[in-house]
């Protein structure tokens, strides 16, 4: 049982610096833990990924630095779980779920946020840049409201990214009558719905091409969004189940 125990924890010290060394060191274990998640589709308990890294001798490099009372102002604009893992809807504009993710092409990143209707699996709207910002996130909103007039009562689930903590994002959504729902810190679990479609994209839309540019990483994300026909909707696309239930 111990030899069987050493065999696991050596493969998962493998995948923990292959990811590591993916994202150039920059990051501790808790992102290491999601974006084995987000891009491998393998989940670890944080503990182990913390202990497992402990033991390579890797640590971030990038640490985040207290400033005033930053995290109190932050903490005010964080909000209730309201969906609480319940990825289910029987209509439309019932809940969404949203986040951004990256892929990296050479030197560069792509960064992509995207807005999933849970009831069929639609992206409601996506915003694809080279920035990382919350003019990314409120864009991909702007879009996701333009085509859907009514969401009054709609929630609207994320992470406890800067993004969403934002000022103008708070703002951006009770406006339209939206409620906002939050996952717990460190918990991608709370946001799995999200996280899913990341790493089916990747897994399915990206790994098995050699992209050489971000046009072509562009086009191969927009191609995935357009035309995933899926299982549970009888081999529909999401728009095309969409349609069939609003006739």
Known sequence: MKREKNDRDVKAMRLIRKVYHRYEGKYGYRQLQLFLWQDDGIWMNHKKVLRL???????ASIRRKRRFNMKDKVAERVAKNL?????????????????VTQYRVGERWLYLSAVK???NNEIVAYQLSERNDNDLVLQTFTKAFAKQKDVTGLVVHSDQGFQ?????????????GAQISMSRRGNCLDNASMESFFSHLKMEGLYPYHIRSLAEAQSRIEKYIRLRPQRKLNKLTPVEYRRQFAV
């Open 117 to 119: 209707d849970v009831f």
């Open 53 to 59: 890294m402990q033991k390579l001798g890797l640590q």
């Open 164 to 176: 969403y903590t934002s000022h103008a994002y708070h703002d951006m959504l009770p406006k339209v």
């Open 83 to 99: 969906l609480k893992r319940d990825f289910t809807a029987d209509k439309p504009n019932q809940k969404w779920v949203t986040g």
